[in-house]
Every structure is written in C-alpha cells, then in structure tokens.
C-alpha cells in the first residue's frame, strides 16, 4: 500500500505547525509527547527545527501499554542521546512523579536566572506538542487536577491552543495535534494509522486492520494466536493478512446471513483490543 494513502495532513495542522513556532518565545520549555507504543513512528521530525535550542522534555504516554523491554531499550536510546525522557501512563499513574523533577533540572539555569533577578516565584511556561491522539489534553488536565481541556478518544479532538495553569508552578498550553506532510517510510504512516493517530475514516478499516495483523504476525505472533485462539499453523505464510483476519473473525464468531464472516467488524474489534492493550502489551518500533 503506497503511503501516500495514509498520508493525513489537513490544513488546520499546517496552521498548528506555525503557531507553535510562533508560541515558542512565549514558553520556557517544550513537552514533546510521544506514544510510548510507537517511539519512533510518533515523533515529528520537524519538532527539533521548530524548536531549536529551547529546553524540551520528552514524555511517552500509555507505558503501561508498550512491551516494558523495549520501554527500557528505548529509555536507554534516548539517554544515550542525552534527550530527558519519562515513560509514564495517565490510567495508571506510573512516572507522573518523574514529571517535575525532570522539568526542574531541565530549567536549572533558568529557574536560577529568575531568582538572581528577584523572580524566584515566577511561573514556568510549557507548551505541549504532539501527533493526534497521543494524550496531550490527558495529560494537562491529569497535571492540572482539572478537566480544563477536552479528551476524547479520537485524533482531532483539540481544535484551538489552551492556557491550562497548575498548582505545581506551571502553566501549560494545550495545542492541537500535528503530523507532518512526508513520512519518510511507509511503515511510520502504519504504525500512526493502527495506533490510532490517523482518523480511521481517512483509510478503509479492513486495510488498516489487515496492516496491524501484519505488523502483530511479524512482532507478535503469540500474543496474536493466543488472544484470537488461532489453530497451529493459522499464521503460516501461505495465509495473507486478510485470511487471518477473517480467522479470527470466525473464531470470534462474527458471522453475516449466510455464513460469510463480518470482516467489517473484526477489523473494528480488532484495532479496539489492539489499541485498549487488550491483546497484550507491545511496541511496534524497535531502537
Ligand atoms: N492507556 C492510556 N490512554 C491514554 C493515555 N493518555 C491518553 N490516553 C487516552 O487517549 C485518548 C486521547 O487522549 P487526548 O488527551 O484527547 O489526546 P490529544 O493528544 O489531546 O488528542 P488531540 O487533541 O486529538 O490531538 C483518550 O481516550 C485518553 O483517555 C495514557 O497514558 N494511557
Ligand atoms: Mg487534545
């Protein structure tokens, strides 16, 4: 499938692309948030030219999601970068204590400049960006203790950039989520298209369901055969993606009038349990 097919850039994410440029001399620092599934796909390559030398941390949402062995080889990668990351979940809360430390030693000069200038108290500013879907607007409001800004479980939810204050001497700005017009590989396009990250009505949902089947043969066949009660040998090669998918349609019984299986909706339970981690924990980019 050529990736110009998923390739999903609406005019609004050009107009998000340049106020964040404009919205960088508003800020102290930058949190760039990436999916801790898809470290790789999720980061946009146009991020470190628009933000260029200010302070950015980088936060990968859903670890409780990502296969925790490649979340360490990640961890190290990106240490060895010296890029500040944590890895952490707004469902369960893990590395939401790492979050002020790290935006602290990050600030050090600055926080010390302030208060040579008599401006200890003064507030941080840190504007949140990242590709649709990926927890920006979780995040702030799970760092504000509000609902302020709006959640929802699709991309394209926040439309307009947010000022959102916390008691923990920031404030945030929420902006909407933004790709990029050139994936470089098809396979980033994929990975955003089965994470969800991609609006699902932009490619026909069988495609996209019979991509991740792909991707899930290749990295995680047990889990698959398991989850779907596959028989031995329902992966073999001489099965496409497609027959597999109509496997685990049968084997979940999703029949239409006449024996024929619903692929319509096993491509649709599909993603949900891939995406609800219901499927079991796993990474799609590898370091
Ligand atoms: N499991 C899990 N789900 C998360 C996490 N963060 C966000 N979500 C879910 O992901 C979905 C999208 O979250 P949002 O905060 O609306 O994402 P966003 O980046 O603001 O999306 P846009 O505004 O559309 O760009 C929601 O269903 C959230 O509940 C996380 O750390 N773990
Ligand atoms: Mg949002």
Known sequence: MPSEIIQWFPGHMAKTRREIGENLKNVDFVIELLDARIPKSSENPEISRICGDKPRLTLLSRAALADPKYSKEWKAYFAEKGRPCIFYDCITG??????????????????????????????????????PNVGKSSIINKLSGTKSAKVENRPGVTRQKQWIPTNMGFDLLDTPGVLWPKFDDQKIGENLAVTGAIKDDILDIETIAAILVGRLRELYPDKLTARYKLKEGSLDEEFTNFDVLEKIGRARGFLVSGGEIDTERTAKILLEEFRNGKIGRMTLDRV
């Not at 990050?106 to 590709?131: C, S, T």
Request: proline letters at 3%.
């Open 94 to 131: 893990e590395g939401f204590s790492e979050i002020m430390p790290a935006a602290r030693a990050l600030l050090a000069e600055k926080i010390e400049r302030y208060r040579e200038k008599g401006m200890a108290g003064r507030r941080l500013r840190a504007m949140i960006v990242g590709i």
